[in-house]
């Protein structure tokens, strides 16, 4: 072998190797608390890196579902078993719901904030971050995609202006439908389709495993930006609501990772251990969809669970079931309803419940701050009001968002692996 490529291989064990990864996050935590300035100055090497993986995250999410829904219409699978699929994700959100509004119950996070001190610091605060929003500001549920408004624009009008939008729910309907329609083919046209989707598949998945080889430099840049943007005396009032949320986040992803153990059937360090760099890639960039792409890769070669099913179901699941989303919104209004004072009964306790995942469900369109503002749904019928509070909510996303990431994708392994391991559920 060539001096040329043992340095390669050496270089990538050593760039992709845990510790390396590890010790980007860490010193990119030390830069943003440390350092701002440097954060900042560094800030487009993290933005660059997003970009790249952004690049090849929707068109591997076209292929990898158009192919796995033709192959599940010609196996028959999906007619089988589509009332299961159904029925685990609904369940899923429902523990979602029930995990964030025990959690909030319990721990009252709402009870516990010193409203003088509270009052002080919005006052006082220089963020940039908390001057965007004053505490009288009223944010509007028109301002923000609704849920009406979110079944109308469930079709897109124009598929390549929902490319050019981001608008990734309707880019998955559409490749619904067009992997239906190309399962439905019956002639030898249809093999060579698929063998071109496929192949597509393992190009976009190359492109994004040589994006591993500068992962540390990815996660220090994006971490150093993140941390620095965090306001510790914010931080310090609502210590109750950020320990108690991160605890309800981890009690929903160690469950997953039990799922995900037992459907596996080997050893549960080693299954927690090969979903690392999926849970790596949600905590520093924030996005379910480009850890979907690691997960992917992690459940169909190295825990070897069916790739057809995992193809299919874990798009589908992270795209239209975020449960961390749910499992938030829940916890939030509750704590809402705590900083009001509001009594809660069992009726405001459904109302909470099913307003959580009808809102969950929407976020599936909505990015950033309209994200969180989605939760007008759930506090509307409610009579609470959301606008100081956003302040609040803006201020602490920073530490809560790359955990909601984390537990939208974990719960959608874990559907998935339900599936893909029962060779009854799994496509032949």
Request: some cysteine; overall charge neutral.
């Amino acid at each position: 072998m060539s001096n040329t490529y043992l340095n390669t291989q050496l270089l990538k064990k050593v760039f992709t190797n845990p510790c390396s990864v590890l010790g980007g996050i860490f010193l990119g935590i030390m830069v943003g608390i440390h350092e701002k300035d440097l954060a900042y100055l560094i800030s487009p090497l993290g933005k660059i890196y997003l970009s790249a993986l952004q690049m090849s995250v929707v068109p591997l999410i076209i292929v990898m579902i158009t192919c796995s829904i033709a192959r599940f219409i010609q196996s028959k699978g999906l007619k089988v078993s589509i009332s299961y699929i159904l029925l685990v994700f609904l369940l899923g959100l429902i523990i979602s719901t029930m995990i964030g509004l025990l959690c909030a119950a319990i721990f009252e996070p709402g009870h516990n904030i010193n409203e003088k001190m509270l009052a002080k610091i919005m006052k006082d605060s220089a963020s940039s971050m908390i001057r965007e929003v004053d505490l009288q500001t009223s944010i509007e549920l028109d301002a923000f995609q609704n849920f009406n408004q979110f079944i109308s624009e469930l079709i897109p009008k124009n598929f390549f202006a929902a490319l050019a939008e981001g608008k990734i729910l309707q880019i998955v309907i559409f490749t619904i439908i067009l992997g239906t329609a190309i399962g439905s083919i019956e002639s030898s046209s249809q093999k060579v389709l698929l063998a071109l989707f496929e192949n597509t598949q393992k190009a976009l998945q190359t492109i994004l495993s040589w994006l591993t080889f500068v992962l540390p430099l990815g996660v220090f840049s994006l971490m150093a930006d993140q941390i620095s943007k965090i306001d510790l005396s914010l931080l310090f009032v609502m210590t109750n609501f950020i320990c108690s949320l991160t605890f309800a986040f981890f009690i929903l992803i160690f469950l997953s990772s039990i799922i995900i153990w037992v459907n596996f059937k080997g050893k549960y360090l080693e299954s927690i251990s090969v979903m690392g760099t999926t849970a790596i890639v949600a905590l520093t960039t924030r996005n379910s969809f480009l850890a979907m792409s690691e997960a992917t890769e992690a459940f169909t070669a190295k825990l070897k669970f069916d790739p057809i099913t995992t193809n299919l179901l874990l798009p589908l699941g992270i795209t239209i079931c975020r449960y961390g989303n749910v499992l938030y919104f829940a916890f939030t209004a509750v704590f809402i309803a705590q900083l009001y004072n509001v009594p809660l009964t069992f009726i405001t306790y459904n109302v909470i419940l099913f307003g959580s995942i009808i809102a969950g469900i929407t976020t599936s369109g909505a990015t950033g701050l309209a994200s969180i503002a989605l939760i007008s749904i759930v506090l509307e019928p409610l009579g609470l009001p959301l606008g100081a509070v956003f302040v609040l909510l803006i201020a602490v996303d920073v530490i809560i968002e790359p955990l909601r990431t984390l537990a939208i994708v974990y719960p959608n392994c874990a559907a998935t692996s339900f599936f893909a391991k029962n060779k009854k559920y799994a496509s032949t």
